[in-house]
């Protein structure tokens, strides 16, 4: 069965540097969220999409933005990258909010 | 707001021992309660749920009952094997709302044989 795709799976940057994150949800799921998991920490909820909209909003910082796009599949934009923003990064889909949620293999960000 | 408290690993076991997970919530409606596995370097995979009080979520030979009146929701198994060391999250899924989840710390759980 198809997974949720995130791409790309690794990734290194300078910091001050920008980072696009990409996430391909499972086929026909309409909602999108991502995670942030620091080192050692429990992912923490950014945002997430609902029908291409914005459907709810922890703790991201401004210098992130994020947007779902017509064929449902979101990308997140960093900017001004930071040290404390290497993480795993985790993308779930869902079918409708508030139905299961499934993760994809993430993207692991390091920035140097 | 809400959150998720889980004990602290990591926990260390030999094979065909008794898990148990401790896991505790604050919430301020009834969320649902999940658990996820993370294996080393994969991504986060839904182990089992409750969605209301008294339900109990089973899989793998896993089980986890949703408690309301201690707030509860403790991951048990009754005989470990080597490949269930993994992290294992205990999670709440706000009611109402687009229903993003909030994660406690996070238990390693090492089996040995």
């Known amino acids: 069965a198809a997974g949720v795709i995130q791409s790309p799976r690794h990734l290194i940057k300078e910091k001050r540097e920008t980072a696009t994150l990409k996430c391909y949800p499972i086929?026909?799921?309409?909602?999108v969220y991502w995670y942030q998991q620091g080192p050692g920490q429990d992912p923490q909820f950014l945002i997430s999409?609902?029908?291409?909209?914005?459907?709810d909003k922890g703790s991201i910082p401004d210098r992130f933005s994020a947007q779902q796009f017509s064929d449902y599949h979101s990308e997140l934009n960093m900017s001004s990258l930071e040290l404390g923003d290497s993480a795993l990064y985790f993308c779930a889909s869902s079918l409708g909010s508030g139905n299961e949620q499934f993760f994809g293999p993430g993207t692991r960000l390091t920035v140097l | 707001g809400d959150s998720v408290t889980q004990m602290e690993g990591p926990v260390t076991l030999s094979e065909e021992a008794f898990l148990t997970i401790n896991c505790t919530y604050t919430a301020t409606g009834y969320p649902s309660l999940f658990w996820y596995v993370q294996y080393p370097g994969e991504g986060l995979q839904l182990l089992l749920k409750?969605?209301?009080?008294?339900d109990k979520g089973s899989n793998k030979g896993f089980e986890a009952t949703y408690r309301k009146e201690t707030t509860s929701f403790h991951l048990e198994k009754g005989s470990v094997q080597v490949s269930d060391s993994a992290v294992y999250f205990c999670a709440l899924s706000e009611s109402g709302g687009y229903n993003k989840l909030i994660f406690g710390a996070g238990t390693r759980l090492a089996v040995h044989p």
């Open positions: 086929p026909r799921h309409d909602t």
């Open positions: 409750a969605t209301k009080a008294d």
């Open positions: 999409f609902y029908e291409k909209m914005q459907s």
